[in-house]
């Protein structure tokens, strides 16, 4: 209520405070619980070894990620499992800005690269 009031912006995110997360506690359910709860823009702060939570978060509804990033895992820190190389860094950026193209329209119609292969298999009368 404070950053409303005084008309700060602001994202609530969420995670899991353990490093790496283990895969049974991701329970990212929570962004839709959050956003319908807070209306606010929701995130999700991913401590684990991969990407593939982060970018379902991003298909669930979370609006903001955060990831650590190091320069070598192996380094000594306890978030440094937890954290992404540049290729890892690259391949979640990467696929998050190709999923609006992947999510699509709710358009339900036939694609025009369907037509010829609909036409061979005779959806339709010519």
């Known amino acids: 209520n404070i950053f409303k009031k005084n008309k700060c912006k602001f994202s609530i995110l969420h995670s899991v405070s353990d490093y790496p997360s283990e895969e049974k506690d991701f329970n990212l359910n929570l962004i839709n619980i959050y956003k319908k709860k807070f209306k606010v823009d929701i995130g999700y702060s991913g401590h684990e070894k991969g ?46 800005r190709k999923l609006p193209s992947y999510i699509g ?8 690269c369907e037509i010829n292969v609909a036409k061979k298999l005779r959806y339709w009368e010519k």
Do not use: F, N, W
């Open 105 to 112: 329209s709710k358009r339900d119609s036939i694609l025009e």
């Open 51 to 96: 990407v593939s939570p982060s970018i379902m978060a991003v298909c669930l509804g979370a609006q903001v990620i955060e990831r650590h990033i190091t320069l070598d895992r192996s380094m000594y820190g306890s978030d440094q499992s937890a954290s992404l190389e540049e290729p890892g860094l690259k391949r979640l950026v990467t696929t998050l």
